[in-house]
């Protein structure tokens, strides 16, 4: 489940669009009055180890600072439930960026962590100082200590998102869906005053790509029917229906397939030939081609064929190895 979450985020703020929005109302003014917001850009480089990457998305943006010779970095961090040790692992990746500035023969960044929070426990994290317990005060001054900026989505109101906070509807709409989609009986009637929000922008094709983004969310984390979300979302855009019957098929199609590889998966490690023929005859029930199915097992579409017409056929030795995957 964290991980559509995770997903999600990324998709939302890899849009520069929605990135320079939400820096522009949640960074101090202090600083958001000298960033030359026509600067920002995504950093295609990764910081996250694959330690870190269990706790980290990795969405990173350089912007100009102006009147100054330097730049900044803006690292926006996404959290679904409370992390206790987050200012260790703020630090942690910022020390990484830090590297690379010292591998690059640069000068070092500042960098600016904004944490977005959307999970159902209250969570107040401190600074890095607080993850030690029962500290003395005469060692406080050893204990290196930063900034962040936390936003905890709960914390504002519905409308207060829909109609003050942010200038982007598709921004909007996301945090709409992000601050209620642990809460499904308050997100299933929302959802049409929530797509209403982006009625002229999924008049576009950038707006519909969007809205498949949002619908495929929605059938992830949450159960709620496909026929309610098509209900709610063609008053909008008869388009939109039509995306939401489309990714609720594709998204099955792609759960048929996980649960048939790790079934295979079993039967051959089991080496049994008839879990293995009953695997390839259900995978023809399910409307998969010989070639998919074929493709899917890593064998050739001939001994498919056989194999579903009943003809006597002999299974590669290798697919018997349990050395060997899908």
Not at 128 to 133: D, G, L, S, V
Not at 245 to 263: N, P, S
């Amino acid at each position: 489940m964290p991980g559509y979450h995770d997903s999600f985020f990324k998709q939302i703020f890899s849009s520069k669009e929605h990135a320079v929005d939400f820096s522009k109302h949640i960074l101090p003014l202090e600083i958001t009055r000298n960033l030359d917001f026509t600067t920002f850009n995504l950093e295609n480089v990764s910081y996250v180890d694959e330690q870190l990457a269990e706790h980290f998305s990795d969405m990173v943006y350089s912007c100009s600072y102006k009147h100054s010779s330097i730049q900044i970095s803006i690292l926006f961090e996404h959290k679904s439930f409370p992390d206790n040790n987050l200012p260790y692992r703020l630090l942690k990746y910022m020390i990484r960026m830090w590297e690379a500035n010292i591998k690059q023969k640069k000068d070092f960044i500042p960098v600016v962590p904004i944490v977005l929070y959307h999970g159902k426990e209250k969570w107040k994290p401190g600074g890095f100082k607080t993850i030690f317990k029962n500290l003395p005060l005469e060692l406080t001054s050893f204990v290196p200590d930063f900034k962040y900026i936390f936003i905890d989505l709960s914390n504002y109101s519905d409308t207060a998102l829909k109609m003050h906070v942010f200038d982007s509807e598709s921004l909007k709409i996301s945090l709409l869906i992000l601050k209620n989609i642990f809460y499904p009986e308050k997100l299933e009637p929302a959802l049409k005053d929530l797509f209403a929000l982006g009625k002229i922008l999924f008049q576009e094709e950038k707006g519909l790509k969007f809205l498949e983004i949002i619908i495929s969310y929605l059938y992830q984390a949450t159960e709620i029917e496909t026929g309610r979300i098509i209900n709610a979302i063609e008053p909008v855009t008869r388009k939109g229906g039509e995306i939401a019957m489309t990714t609720a098929e594709k998204l099955r199609q792609e759960g048929l397939q996980k649960g048939l590889q790790k079934g295979l998966q079993k039967g051959l490690q089991e080496g049994s030939y008839n879990t293995y023929f009953t695997l390839i005859h259900n995978m023809k029930k399910n409307n998969l081609s010989d070639k998919d199915i074929a493709r899917l097992i890593n064998i050739d579409v001939d001994i498919v064929k056989k194999i579903i017409n009943k003809e006597q056929v002999e299974i590669p030795l290798h697919l018997l190895d349990q050395e060997h995957g899908i």
